[in-house]
């Protein structure tokens, strides 16, 4: 069987069903077996404004929206009108011919009218499903995989919903069936069905894998889908989620969670983050593990709250004053978002510090299919050194008891000191945001001690010593003597993979790729000795000052040779990052700013 890679589009204003449609088809796809990743542009308004989401779907995995679209569903006129002049020959567009009208394609795409009050009869709202009958005839797949879908979807509506929309799917399907003619692809269906999941889903699913029982955010988009997922499921999983005032109020509740010893995190986006900065730094002083998810949208200030970006990374690496460990990852897309979470906390527990785990609307708003098999919900959770009263109420053999000995702040070799949570018999301390002495006394209680100061500066510093040690270093994706090497992080990770292999297969360019996950402490040794051998460096990111490239230059000293930054909202497409490769390596520029657009 060849492979099969095509993409669906579907335009419209926010209210006509966009996403709705969209979810049918991706569930339709991922039940045939097939991977698929979903991107929804859409505007902070509820009704009116420009919404397109993209589905594209292929026998091989795929993580990026790619570059084309082979079927336009135009919801309404405005969605006809900017996308009808991008599509390509060997496309086709399905409409309702009476409230859409096209104007001149491009040789090769075949236009689909279709008579929706004919086929849909009083239902004004069935159209999408008319339209999405065709889609399917069009692709090459029978109406009764629609038909199931459409019975979940319409469940709680009752069996005369379902029935009416099965009959409108029906005939949808029918009519295409009997005026347009099919592309020129089939779309297989393969033996293994898998399941959708999103970015926020994959999140509060790795939070429960990893065994959080405190949850707590204010709303903000796009981190919302956390909360919403942590909330549909708290009675069932044994979460407490709380929806609390503001973003000053959740960190510190997440940290005396966390205190308490409780697995315990939060998420937000950049505005919600900075709230939430000094609480981090006290809980890199009283020495206390949580995870912060900060889910990036385009700033500053307010910014584009539908819109993604990569514009964080600083804020992150310098949230709360002073200096105080902390982790900081960013992982590449929803199923490494899903297992990063349970390693995230086994090291914050290990380490008794902050996590910071750095995300975006693309991957946590964005929608990929998923094996069911992949989500390893029996993680191996390590605490640390935690302690407990045992069963039979004895103490933990860490250290203190009840000659009240205990130090919780020990300056040990290692800088990790045995934590007791609040209650264990004989382990009495005093956890502050001042300065203290081992066993917690304020410094500053007696006079500033210079010699305490410096011990204990240094003993919270020396437990990154070993961190690196526990994370997986980079390495470098492709030949290795390549004339250009594109290094990224985060969700850049698909996109880049993808234009390298065309830069390779079709441009006769040799590529490879670095990609950066781990990004406190980092792994600034491999990464210079990696760089050091490359001919042409180019990094990629989104986001206007090149924070990353900067980043890079302060923990290594290595300035990139080139920079391709995106920070118009909207993700990159594979074809961006090709074009500026090409642009940059015959000298016409060193800092390329993409135009978004779809072509093939």
Known sequence: MSDVDFAVGIGGENGQGVASTGDILARILARRGLHLNAYNAYQSIIRGGHTFLT?????????????????????????????????????????????????????????????????????????????????LQLLGIESEALEAVIARQFKKKGDS????????????????????????????KLST???????????????????????????????????????????????????????????????????????????????????????????GMIETPMVCVNV????????????????????????????YPRIIVAPANQLDLFNTVPELFNLVDRYQCPGLLLSDLLISEGTCSVDPAELDFQVKIDRGELILPNGNGSQNPFGGGNDNSYLRYRNTPSGISPRAVPGVPGHVHVAATDEHDEDGTLISDEFTNPTKRRMMVEKRARKMETVLSQLAPPRLMGTDHAEVTLVGWGSTLSVIREAVERLNSKEGIAANHLHIKWLVPFHADEVSRILGGCRKVIVAENNYSGQFARYLRSETGFTAHGHIRKYDGEPFMPHHIVDAVKEQLKGAATVSVPRHEIRV
């Open 55 to 135: 589905i594209r779907s292929s026998t091989r995995p795929v993580g990026n929206m790619g570059d084309r679209h082979d079927v336009l569903i135009p919801l309404n006129q405005d969605a006809m009108d900017r996308h009808l002049p991008l599509m390509r020959a060997g496309s086709c567009v399905v409409y309702d011919e009476e409230r859409v009208k096209p104007g001149a394609p491009e040789n090769g795409v075949q236009l689909c009218p279709m008579p929706m009050k004919e086929i849909c009869g009083a239902n004004k709202l069935a159209g999408n499903t008319a339209a999405l009958g065709a889609v």
């Open 161 to 188: 919903v379902i029935a009416e929309n099965v009959g409108i799917a029906r005939k949808g399907h029918a009519f295409a069936s009997e005026h347009f003619e099919r592309l020129g692809f089939q779309v297989p």
């Open 193 to 283: 069905p898998k399941g959708i999941v999103t970015g926020n889903q994959a999140i509060a699913m790795g939070g429960a894998a990893a065994g959080v029982k405190f949850y707590a955010a204010y709303p903000m988009s796009p981190a919302t889908g956390v909360l919403m997922w942590m909330a549909a499921h708290a009675r069932q999983l044994g979460i407490l989620v709380r929806q609390v005032e503001d973003e000053i109020g959740v960190a510190n509740m997440v940290i005396g969670a966390a205190h308490a010893g409780c697995r315990a995190m939060c998420a937000t986006s950049g505005g919600g983050f900075a709230l939430m900065s000094e609480a981090l730094g006290m809980a």
């Open 296 to 323: 990036q949208r385009a700033g500053p200030a307010t910014g584009v709250p539908t819109k993604t970006e990569q514009g964080d990374l600083w804020q992150l690496l310098g949230a709360g004053q002073g200096d």
